[in-house]
C-alpha cells in the first residue's frame, strides 16, 4: 500500500517561498506519477503540477506556471514543489497524489480523481 505523508506548509506573505515535499514509501508498481492538487475552501481539489517518476517530464497549471517548481529525488522517494512568488490566491490546503505511471507516450491526468492515492493534506496560507 502506497503512502504518502507530506510537509512544508505554512503561513508566507505575498511574494513569498515555501517547499512542500513528499515522501512516498510502500510501493506496489515499479514507477509513479506523483503530484499535488490544492484544494481552497469551498472549492474543488484542483491540479497544480505532477512528474513522471522515470523520465522527470513535469506538468503544471496555467496558474503556477514559472511560480512553481516541482522535482523528484528518486533516492529519497520525495518529490518536491518549490513555491515562489506566491499570491493570496494560493492560499489552499495541498495534498500530494499518486497513480501508476502511464505507458510511454502517454500524457498523466490532470484529474484528482483518477489518482489513488493520497497524502493528509498540507495548509498553505499566503497574507496579503
Known amino acids: 500500500q502506497v503512502q504518502l505523508v507530506e510537509s512544508g506548509g505554512g503561513l508566507v506573505q505575498a511574494g513569498g517561498s515555501l517547499r512542500l515535499s513528499c515522501a512516498v514509501s510502500g510501493r506496489t508498481f515499479s514507477s509513479y506519477v506523483i503530484g499535488w492538487f490544492s484544494q481552497a475552501p469551498g472549492k474543488e481539489r484542483e491540479f497544480v503540477a505532477v512528474?513522471?517518476?522515470?523520465?522527470?517530464?513535469?506538468y503544471y497549471a496555467d496558474s503556477v506556471k514559472g511560480r512553481f517548481t516541482i522535482s523528484r529525488d528518486t533516492a529519497k522517494n520525495t518529490v518536491y514543489l518549490q513555491m515562489n512568488s506566491l499570491k493570496p490566491e494560493d492560499t489552499a490546503v495541498y495534498y500530494c497524489?499518486?497513480?501508476?505511471?502511464?505507458?510511454?507516450?502517454?500524457?498523466?491526468?490532470?484529474?484528482?480523481?483518477?489518482?489513488?492515492?493520497w497524502g493528509q493534506g498540507t495548509q498553505v496560507t499566503v497574507s496579503s
Open positions: 512528474v513522471l517518476e522515470t523520465s522527470g517530464r513535469t
Open positions: 497524489a499518486a497513480d501508476r505511471e502511464p505507458f510511454i507516450g502517454v500524457s498523466p491526468s490532470l484529474v484528482s480523481s483518477d489518482y489513488g492515492y
